[in-house]
């Protein structure tokens, strides 16, 4: 720190901290606009309680638990310059691994004998902040569904599928969901270290051009949702 004035520093510490709360809201405004969509194509025949954890930390991950419970790490926002609309790609392919339940199908039926005890855990964790007495738990939590694991790749092709769709009846370019996929591929190609959220959604040239021949019927919903 040798160099630096006390009151440049703080300025710009402050710059910083009025950042990550911009991302913040940019991501709870993201999720808030897919929320209702959500529940429109639920077809679990159980109502989701959907809740959003913006955990401020350097960590480029997200997901969704059973039931709807996600955590967004700010670190993925920034170390890629999301757009809103980019955020919102990640958020809705997250809810449609949980609209899915593919967590259920990849970890099998006995992961909800501890449901009750492992939410009551994560709002803990939600309620309490991300602090380092915390670390152990959520790393706890997300192995018990699995969410520390890649899915298989019929299942992410099926999220690619139903994230677009969700955006794009929110009102977000789906094309925006292509552009996540190959800036991650970007950074990952690039001999940079790539993101946990890296190891968890194994990306491909072959799913990105699976997303593409979506576009035009998901581009179609964009177009009415706009109008409306």
């Known amino acids: 720190m040798a160099g630096m004035d ?30 209702p969509h959500a529940d429109s194509l639920n077809n679990t025949g159980v109502r ?7 955990v401020r930390d350097k960590t480029e991950n997200a997901w969704a638990m059973p039931g709807g419970k996600m955590a967004f790490y700010t670190g993925l926002a920034e170390n ?19 609209l899915l339940e593919h967590s259920k199908k990849q970890m099998g039926a006995n992961v909800l004998s501890s449901l009750a005890v492992q939410l009551g855990a994560a709002a ?3 309620n309490t902040g991300y602090n380092a ?36 009846m929110a009102g977000y370019n789906p094309a925006d969901a292509i552009n996540v996929w190959k800036k991650m591929n ?26 593409e021949k979506l576009l035009p019927e998901n581009r179609a919903i964009y177009e009415r949702a706009i109008k409306r």
């Open 133 to 168: 007495d915390m670390v152990n738990l959520g790393a706890s939590v997300l192995h018990e569904y699995g969410l520390d694991k890649p899915y298989s790749r019929h299942h992410e092709y099926e999220a690619d599928a139903l994230g677009m769709r969700l955006m794009a």
């Open 124 to 126: 803990v964790q939600a």
């Open 186 to 211: 970007a950074k990952k190609g690039g001999g940079s270290k790539a993101g946990s959220i890296l190891s968890t959604h194994p990306n491909n040239d072959s799913r990105i051009q699976a997303m």
């Open 80 to 98: 890629y310059n999301l757009t809103e609309s980019e955020i919102a790609a990640i958020v809705g392919h997250e809810m449609a691994h949980a």
């Open 48 to 54: 989701f309680d959907w809740q959003m954890t913006v």
């Open 6 to 35: 006390t009151k440049t520093l703080n300025a710009q510490a402050g710059s910083h901290y009025q950042q990550m709360l911009s991302k913040a809201k940019t991501v709870q405004r993201a999720f808030n606009r897919l929320r």
